[in-house]
């Protein structure tokens, strides 16, 4: 069974968080087992994880020329995989895959989020007394869950995202061969080599199985609501109002609200109307202004709107939206700034401080994970919970202020609000400070972002201290510090000192 990514992506732990992965020498049934109890769990809702057996880890990373596996390894770890598939309650069936790389084989399992968690594995499948546990993933590391964990665990039954619930409505005619083909080229799957070599509707149903976009029963086999977000032509079908609106002010709708030009609607597959999107605003909306310093060689750059702040919170409002709500996305663009507007709201369990501030936005209960698993392979978003800290990164590079974040306490609706740069309206620019609050470079490992949020919430952090929240060794966490010495600073003595951000 082929994979719906490259192998070198996740061998070099791109696209996929380094928390969904998992790099394992040998066969280690026991330990492995109990990881695949708990990516098939998926208590974070972050889209299940990939082991890869036969790949030694360095230094967090796979160790390059892989070790491999031998054939004979092969042939039997994936016999004696259907005998402990069994073992796994109720049944659960990971996808293993033989991929070949630096001249070896290896092979890759594949665990989605299960539909019908919570699963529980043996504490050690070859034993002859099995236990049963449950087991989730906290960080990089998989735990059993205990107390209040395991009933949150239980409960996440009736909790199933949007995206990935079964639509009867939707039929293989609908599905776009062309779009999904251009998603595999995209992320280099060799699913893509299948529809090349066979056009047929049995070979794209066979593809669109490998991709995890049917559940049901094999009598029954029907899609998942993400296949036609991803993959139709008219999504509208399935989801009325699944599009985006444009309006433009001539000032504001305040000032001006009978002058205006409507664009669009913009409709289509998600990533047709990032990218549709996104080429209005390059031609029509975007400016770079260029100003000449006396003093300097290098002239002032500065746009009215960077483009990367503008995509991630285009990318955002189609994969937060409630797509059961029959209302569009919402793009406002006046005098002084962008406003994005999305149905319903951020959960209610993310703190009211958070939005007002205008930072990160974690929250355990995703509406749609698979479909921001999708944008994810395709570089269009960032990743989990980095959304907002993405766009507040981009303006502040660009000198501009940072964007601010507007719902109600019922949490009805979200309108994220971008300035303009103060340049492009005769004022002042914003000097760009040393440390941005809450910025996540890109180029930073999960870990190393992991770290930064640590610090900034634990002031005066010991390193020990981190180490024991991400379950790692001193070692470890003394290696990220080192590698993060323009964004955090040591405080203090040898012995009694602290970590803290750079401001």
Not at 140 to 157: C, F, H, N, P, Q
Not at 250 to 264: A, L, M, Q, Y
Request: hydrophobic share 35%.
């Amino acid at each position: 069974m082929a994979l719906p990514i490259n192998i070198e992506e996740l061998l070099k732990k791109r696209r996929v968080e380094s928390s969904r992965i998992e790099f394992k020498s040998g066969w280690n049934p026991e330990r492995i087992y109990r990881s695949i109890g708990a990516f098939a769990n998926d208590f974070d809702n972050i889209g299940g994880g990939y082991i890869l057996v036969g790949v030694e880890e360095e230094n967090g990373m796979a160790k390059r020329p892989v070790k491999g596996l031998e054939p004979e390894q092969l042939d039997r770890i994936q016999r004696e995989m259907q005998g402990y598939n069994n073992l796994i309650e109720p049944f659960y069936l990971p996808r293993p895959s033989v991929e070949e790389i630096d001249g070896r084989n290896i092979l890759v399992i594949w665990i989605p989020g299960g539909e019908h968690r919570p699963y529980a594995v043996p504490e050690n499948v070859t034993a002859k007394t099995k236990v049963a546990r449950y087991y989730i993933r906290n960080g990089s590391t998989t735990i059993e869950a205990k107390g209040d964990v395991l009933e949150e665990l239980r409960d996440m039954t009736n909790r199933t995202p949007f995206d990935e619930r079964g639509n009867p409505d939707i039929k293989l005619s609908d599905i776009s061969p062309w779009l999904v083909r251009d998603y595999l080229r995209t992320v280099d799957s060799r699913l893509d080599e299948k529809l090349e070599t066979d056009g047929s509707g049995e070979a794209l149903m066979d593809v669109l199985e490998q991709m995890d976009l049917l559940t049901g029963p094999t009598e029954r086999r029907i899609f998942r609501n993400v296949a036609a977000m991803m993959f139709c032509e008219k999504p509208e079908k399935f989801f009325p109002y699944s599009r985006i609106e444009i309006v433009v002010f001539e000032k504001s709708r305040i000032e001006t609200p009978d002058r205006f030009t409507e664009i669009g609607p913009i409709s289509g597959s998600v990533p047709r109307m990032v990218k549709e999107t996104m080429r209005i605003f390059k031609s029509l909306v975007i400016k770079e202004q260029v100003r000449k310093i006396p003093t300097q060689s290098e002239a002032l750059r500065a746009f009215n709107y960077p483009e990367e702040a503008l995509e991630e919170a285009v990318v955002n409002s189609l994969y937060h939206r409630s797509w059961q709500e029959r209302e569009p996305v919402e793009i406002t663009i006046e005098e002084d700034g962008i406003s994005i507007l999305n149905f319903p709201g951020p959960d209610r369990s993310i703190p009211d401080e958070a939005i007002r501030e205008g930072r990160i936005l974690k929250s355990r209960r995703y509406r749609n994970k698979r479909l921001g698993e999708f944008l994810k392979e395709l570089d269009l978003t960032e990743g989990r919970s980095t959304g907002i800290p993405t766009i507040q990164r981009a303006l502040a590079v660009n000198g501009s202020p940072a964007a601010t974040i507007e719902t109600a306490p019922e949490r009805l609706f979200c309108i994220i609000h971008i300035p303009v740069h103060p340049a492009f309206r005769g004022e002042k620019t914003v000097d760009v400070p040393k440390n941005v609050l809450l910025n996540v470079p890109k180029k930073l490992t999960e870990r190393q972002s992991q770290i930064i949020e640590i610090i900034k919430e634990n002031p005066r952090i010991t390193r020990a201290e981190i180490a024991a929240i991400l379950e790692v060794t001193v070692k470890t966490v003394g290696r990220e510090l080192s590698s993060l010495s323009d964004l955090v600073q040591y405080v203090g003595s040898k012995k009694g000192g602290h970590w803290e951000l750079i401001s």
